[in-house]
């Protein structure tokens, strides 16, 4: 099936850095969906985006639709102690909407 | 608002028993599914819903059943519960094809 390449797997950084973590796939996706998990929580849906070459801001993350429409980024400003959890990257097919592929996410571990 | 309700939120099953894992969603959503997360794995689909009587498999199906008379709910059966079945396991729902996921708090199920 459809496999999401999410990297990196773990990230351990201090509060003020700036973070960066990607997407990749071997097919297509039409829409791009980026989510955070905290502990014992269900995801929660940061950015989404739908058209190649999107770029697309909440806060002080900010997501891009690769032009192939197989890849996707997303990166996270002067990171903070809240930002500590789980992200998800998700890719979506037109023509099966109802699905959606998720990477294995990346775990940002933030030092004050 | 209540969101996406899942109950419960905790469960031990011994081997070879069956039970449901109810999820409620009061947005009037049209999509929904169920999703399972393994320890340092993203979320794998199991079964899908575009719509009140329609539904459809995912990546890992076997062992469970869904239906969908409601469009407000989305029971996940355990038709005879394995170890391998222990997991986390989501509720999603989604207005449709351009818009993100609402995800309940989870299950987590262990099976004994």
């Known amino acids: 099936g459809q496999q999401l390449n999410q990297s990196p797997q773990s990230m351990f950084i201090q509060e003020g850095e700036d973070v960066s973590m990607n997407c990749t796939s071997s097919s297509i996706f039409n829409t791009w969906l980026w989510y955070k998990q905290d502990p014992g929580e269900g995801p929660v849906l940061l950015i989404a985006l739908y058209k190649a070459g999107e770029l697309t801001s909440n806060g002080r993350l900010t997501a891009q639709f690769g032009i192939t429409r197989k890849d996707s980024f997303l990166n996270i400003s002067a990171s903070i102690p809240s930002d500590v959890g789980i992200y998800f990257c998700?890719?979506?097919?037109?023509?099966?909407?109802?699905?959606?592929?998720f990477g294995d996410g990346t775990t940002l571990t933030v030092k004050p | 608002n209540a969101g996406v309700t899942q109950t419960p939120k905790f469960q031990v099953l011994k081997t070879g028993q069956s039970m449901t894992l109810q999820c409620a969603q009061d947005?009037?959503?049209?999509?929904m599914s169920w999703y399972r997360q393994d320890p340092g794995m993203g979320l794998r689909l199991i079964h899908y819903s575009v719509g009140a009587g329609i539904t459809d498999q995912g990546e890992v199906p076997n062992g469970y059943n869904v239906s969908r008379s409601t469009t407000e709910d989305f029971p996940l059966r355990l038709l005879s519960a394995a170890p391998s079945q222990t997991s986390v396991y989501f509720c999603?729902?989604?207005?449709?094809?351009?818009?993100?996921?609402?995800f309940g708090s989870g299950t987590r199920l262990t099976v004994v």
């Open positions: 998700a890719g979506r097919r037109d023509t099966n909407a109802g699905k959606s592929t």
């Open positions: 999603a729902s989604s207005h449709g094809q351009g818009y993100g996921y609402t």
């Open positions: 947005m009037n959503h049209e999509y």
